[in-house]
């Protein structure tokens, strides 16, 4: 049982690149989660997905793009990068009928 | 709209002394409050959670938290501080409705010295 797992654990991208990246979890949760992490601001919600097919828009999407086609994997897309999304991102998932939250271990991504 | 505040970015304790982490939050009605570890380079771990069971909540590693609506507080203490709990603490709350997202505090340092 591997919990919640990401893909890469870091990246360097030049602006205007393009990337996915992957979460993926084996706990068979229906909710996921992607945020963003930087200094002083703790993590804010990019986009999440009540279950397999669907998505919706958390605090701060602009920029970024999501998939649930399998309930066991959530991407985040970036389609031209900027260095205003230099950040860890974390993503998460969580049972339907439970507050808590599982989190992957990050994706440290830097765009130069 | 449900919000915490950590009222303070940096904590600097001696081991084996006292901790105490700061945390307020807004919430028009009861709500389910969490603190989370995050040690350097790594992921959240949950410390533990208030779900409107007992207001004393134990958590991992000592910690313990008291969830106060009178005050509308919910701090995290420790009695002796170790050097593995050198790292940043969120309080967080869940936000009810469909997201069910967390909603995460700017975070507090916990800076342990010998």
């Known amino acids: 049982n591997a919990g919640v797992t990401q893909t890469p654990k870091f990246r360097v991208l030049k602006t205007g690149q393009s990337m996915t990246l992957l979460c993926a979890q084996d706990?068979?949760?229906?909710?996921m989660y992607w945020y963003r992490q930087d200094p002083g601001m703790g993590l804010r919600l990019i986009h999440y997905?009540?279950?397999?097919?669907?998505?919706a828009k958390g605090e701060v999407p602009d920029g970024y793009n999501v998939s649930r086609l399998k309930k066991q994997n959530f991407l985040l897309g970036l389609e031209s990068a900027a260095p205003s999304q230099t950040s860890v991102y974390f993503c998460?998932?969580?049972?339907?009928?439970?507050?808590?939250?599982?989190f992957g271990p990050g994706t440290r991504l830097t765009v130069t | 709209a449900q919000s915490v505040t950590q009222l303070d970015s940096h904590v600097s304790v001696s081991e084996g002394t006292p901790v105490l982490l700061r945390c307020n939050y807004s919430s028009s009605y009861s709500p389910s409050l969490f603190w989370y570890v995050q040690h350097p380079n790594k992921g959240l771990q949950l410390l533990l959670k208030y779900t409107s069971a007992a207001t004393l909540v134990k958590g991992i590693n000592g910690f313990e938290a008291e969830f106060k609506k009178s005050e509308t507080s919910f701090h995290l203490t420790k009695p002796s501080a170790h050097m593995s709990d050198a790292a940043e603490y969120f309080c967080?709350?869940?936000?009810?409705?469909?997201?069910?997202?967390?909603?995460f505090g700017q975070g507090t340092t916990l800076q342990v010295k010998p």
């Open positions: 998460a998932s969580r049972d339907a009928l439970s507050y808590e939250q599982y």
């Open positions: 967080v709350v869940f936000s009810s409705g469909n997201t069910g997202k967390l909603i």
């Open positions: 706990m068979n949760h229906e909710y």
């Open positions: 997905s009540v279950g397999e097919g669907t998505t």
